[in-house]
C-alpha cells in the first residue's frame, strides 16, 4: 500500500525558514520511476503547483513565487522528499501537499499546514 505522509508544517513569521518532509512507502524512488512535486491549497482555491523534481532529481521545476527561495529535493535512500522554504511570504500560507506520478498511478499525501504571519 503506497502512503506518502507530509510533516514540518507549522507557523513563522514572514522572512522565517520551515522544511517539509514527504515520507513515502511502499515504493521504492530508486525502483520506480516517479515524478515527486509539492502543491499548496488555500480554501476556497485550487491546488497549485509550486515545485517538481524529476526522476532522477536532476531536474527540478518551482512556481514562479517559489523560485529563488524554495528548494525541492529527494533522498532516494530515505524515501523522502522535501521542500527547503526560505524567505516565507504571508501569501505562501496554505495546506502543503506532496505527490507521485508514475507507473500510472498517482498519490497524494493528507497535506501539512503552513502559516506565515507576524
Known amino acids: 500500500q503506497v502512503q506518502l505522509v507530509e510533516s514540518g508544517g507549522g507557523s513563522v513569521r514572514p522572512g522565517g525558514s520551515l522544511r517539509l518532509s514527504c515520507a513515502v512507502s511502499?515504493?521504492?524512488?530508486?525502483?520506480?520511476?516517479?515524478?515527486m512535486s509539492w502543491y499548496r491549497q488555500n480554501p476556497g482555491k485550487e491546488r497549485e503547483l509550486v515545485a517538481s523534481?524529476?526522476?532522477?532529481?536532476?531536474?527540478?521545476t518551482y512556481s514562479s513565487s517559489a523560485k529563488g527561495r524554495f528548494t525541492i529535493s529527494r533522498d532516494e535512500a530515505g524515501n523522502t522528499m522535501y521542500l527547503q522554504m526560505n524567505s516565507l511570504r504571508r501569501e505562501d500560507r496554505g495546506m502543503y501537499f506532496c505527490?507521485?506520478?508514475?507507473?500510472?498511478?498517482?498519490?497524494w499525501g493528507k497535506g501539512t499546514l503552513v502559516t506565515v504571519s507576524s
Open positions: 511502499g515504493f521504492n524512488f530508486s525502483s520506480y520511476q516517479y515524478v
Open positions: 523534481i524529476g526522476i532522477t532529481g536532476t531536474t527540478t
Open positions: 505527490k507521485a506520478v508514475g507507473a500510472g498511478y498517482t498519490y
